[in-house]
């Protein structure tokens, strides 16, 4: 949609806009302004013949990144949360690595409870603000676009989120933290293949768009397993 603005004086260029007002008739719609000048309205797309885009098309393009994505999957999953409305939310772009060499806070401890579906896996966390203070999170929902542009343009984040090491950490013990496992992922013995090979990556690609998290330090976000509630 473009607006024009015309002034009752007329010039050339005023002309020339009435011409092509002219000519899209049908596309046009006017509106008299307080100021004695004249809004004009053209529907380019109406002009051109193309498409109107449905109501949630518009509303997704409205909207940036996968938020609507993930809100339309997450609608579906009754007394769920989505991971935006938590804590959760952004927290390492709140509270980015300062580059010191000691172990960084806060470190995030996922759990996936329920990973049945392949847009939406549901999972509780528990966030550590240092080595003694921890904060729950309630049950939310985790839900990413199945498209290859989705999958390609976080293709790099999910493989130096799976190599993350540290210095100290529990080992093949697989716990709620403070001290990361050796591993920040998982075996997959759980999932089946198409889960391994679609599901889990959109999963944690999607997690590390919404926590906002980045290599740098040592490991601070890990996956402690699969737990169904």
């Known amino acids: 949609m473009v607006t024009l603005s015309t002034r009752p004086s007329v010039s050339c260029k005023a002309l020339a806009l009435a011409l092509i007002a002219a000519s899209l008739s049908g596309c046009v719609t006017t509106q008299p302004q307080a ?15 193309l498409p109107k885009p449905s109501q949630p098309a518009a509303q997704a393009a409205a909207t ?13 999953l009754p007394n769920v949360r989505s991971v935006s409305a938590t804590s959760l939310s952004g927290i ?26 392949s847009d939406c ?11 003694k203070k921890s904060e729950p999170v309630a049950p939310f929902a985790v839900c990413w676009s199945q498209s290859l542009g989705f999958a390609v343009n976080n293709a790099a984040g999910l493989h130096m989120f799976m190599g993350q090491s540290a210095m100290n950490t529990s080992g093949n013990v697989r716990g709620e933290g403070p001290k990361p496992p050796m591993l920040a992922v998982p075996g997959n013995q759980q999932l089946g293949e198409r889960q391994m090979q679609q599901d889990f990556p959109g999963f944690i690609s999607q997690l590390i768009v919404s926590t906002g998290w980045e290599p740098g330090g040592d490991t601070n976000m890990w996956l402690v397993g ?4």
């Open 35 to 49: 100021d004695g000048s004249t809004r004009v309205n053209i529907s380019l797309a109406d002009a051109l013949g």
């Open 64 to 76: 940036p990144g996968n938020t609507t994505v993930a809100q339309a999957a997450t609608a579906t």
């Open 92 to 117: 390492f772009t709140k509270y980015p690595y300062d580059g010191s060499t000691a172990a960084p806070f806060p470190r995030v401890a996922v759990t996936v409870t329920d990973w049945s579906r």
């Open 121 to 131: 896996w549901t999972a509780k966390a528990t966030i550590w603000w240092n080595a």
């Open 226 to 229: 699969y737990k169904k509630q």
